[in-house]
């Protein structure tokens, strides 16, 4: 349950950003946006909290020790990646190509993580269901990502960057959700040493950063960024990021990588398709695409009951 509501909050979330970035013509700014304001909730929840303090603290106390590595401190550079790319194609995509596609690489990737023990639960062996299971959801993969009657644009970037590609737009979700078993792991981690929101806080921290360095380059050859849109509704993907990144880190420590994975693949495809369906100003997901998330349910459930 709480995997699916984690993947709910992803596909919201990329609809969001996906909205901003193509206001905004950028979708790295429509990142930093969101990384923003979510590590502006963090801290506003940190300085209110002793509790939430004192978890911070026994994970620099770890990190100290020995017992967390720096690198363990680095997933925000994934999430940062992950959030880019939905404010770069998800008005380009919909939201239904780009889930499928990050969940292409976010499946192969978190058989690789929980083998080889990223994860706080230690490794977890690959057996055979658990491989057909990942089969499974990438074959749905392959029928979700089909064109259909889906009509691609070009990347939320100024426009001297020109049209880009269908093969990129989804190449560049499937290279994120790579990260994104990674950053499930590794954030696992930090909440097993300091609580769910100190992972949040080191997450949000580290992406921040990465999107501010990557934004002012970019404004350095662009020359600047069109008014900021008002509605406040699209200023709401960092609070559902602190959300969703706090909910993981906490649940990955249960259920490992590979079935968190899955849970929230089918809360991002349900969410996904609905949501495209919905609104009018993204491509509409064809019949492939439902037949993809009836077929990620069926892999959701065999990994479910085959754990080990």
């Keep these: 349950m709480f995997g699916f509501c984690i993947g709910a909050g992803v596909a919201v979330q990329g609809r969001i950003n996906g909205a901003l970035g193509a206001r905004l013509q950028d979708g790295i700014a429509a990142a930093t946006v969101s990384f923003g304001t979510g590590l502006l909730i963090l801290v506003i929840a940190f300085a209110m909290s002793a509790r939430l303090r004192a978890g911070f603290g026994a994970a ?116 994120a959700g790579i990260g994104l078993a990674w950053q499930q792991a590794v954030n696992g981690r930090v909440g097993a040493a300091g609580g769910p929101f100190s992972a949040a806080l080191v997450n949000f921290t580290v992406g921040l950063i990465a999107l501010v360095l990557i934004e002012s380059a970019l404004l350095a050859y662009t020359g600047g960024l069109p008014a900021f849109p008002t509605e406040p509704w699209l200023y709401l993907g960092g609070l559902i990021g602190v959300a969703f990144i706090a909910l993981a880190a906490l649940t990955v420590r249960w259920i490992g990588v590979l079935l968190l994975g899955l849970t929230s693949v089918a809360g991002q495809l349900a969410t996904a398709l609905t949501l495209d369906l919905l609104t009018p100003d993204t491509p509409a997901p064809s019949a492939l695409s439902v037949l993809g998330c009836l077929l990620t349910l069926a892999a959701v459930t065999l990994a479910a009951r085959h754990r080990t």
């Design 60 to 175: 620099r106390a770890a990190l100290a020790e020995g017992t967390l590595r720096p690198w363990h401190l680095l997933g925000g550079l994934c999430g940062a990646f992950f959030v880019a790319g939905q404010g770069l194609t998800i008005a380009a995509i919909g939201v239904t190509v780009f889930t499928v596609a990050a969940v292409a690489g976010q499946l192969l990737s978190s058989l690789a993580v929980d083998r080889l023990g990223l994860a706080p639960g230690g490794a977890t062996p690959v057996t055979a269901s658990r491989a057909l299971a990942a089969v499974l959801a990438i074959g749905a993969v392959v029928l979700t990502s089909g064109r259909g009657g889906e009509q691609p644009g070009a990347l939320a970037l100024p426009e001297l960057f020109g049209a880009t590609p269908h093969f990129l737009l989804v190449a560049l979700p499937a290279l």
